[in-house]
């Protein structure tokens, strides 16, 4: 009963920048962790970012430094500013989010359907 939709992919040249957003959507009683992950071509998927829902965070080695993630508890979204990009990052982003749908159920865990972004000349 939760949707996460992501948006703010494409195209950039290497050391750009770019934003990503991810919204949720649905029945949501409350969202707890957020995060992005990434699948490279020919790669396994990886955790890009965390943050809880007091905002504590998270990063993969790689990106620590070049990308922030943040969230806003208020609009249910949460972004991940990516800076001095690579061509390494070049990958598919997908948003996930811990999420209880109700005061009566458990949390469960959703994915987006990502959205590719490519760093190249």
């Known amino acids: 009963q939760v949707q996460l939709v992501e948006s703010g992919g494409g195209l950039v040249q290497p050391g750009g920048s770019l934003r990503l957003s991810c919204a949720a959507s649905?029945?949501?009683?409350?969202?707890?962790?957020m995060g992005w992950y990434r699948q490279a071509p020919g790669k396994s998927r990886e955790l890009v970012a965390r943050?809880?829902?007091?905002?504590?965070?998270n990063y993969a080695d790689s990106v620590k430094g070049r990308f922030t993630i943040s969230r806003d508890n208020a609009k249910n979204t949460v972004d991940l500013q990516m800076n001095s990009l690579k061509p390494e990052d070049t990958a598919v982003y997908y948003c996930?989010?811990?999420?209880?749908?109700?005061?009566?159920?458990?949390?469960?865990?959703?994915w987006g359907k990502g959205t590719l972004v490519t760093v190249s000349a």
């Open positions: 996930n989010a811990d999420a209880s749908v109700d005061a009566k159920q458990g949390i469960m865990n959703y």
């Open positions: 649905g029945s949501i009683f409350r969202l707890y962790a």
């Open positions: 943050t809880t829902r007091g905002g504590n965070t």
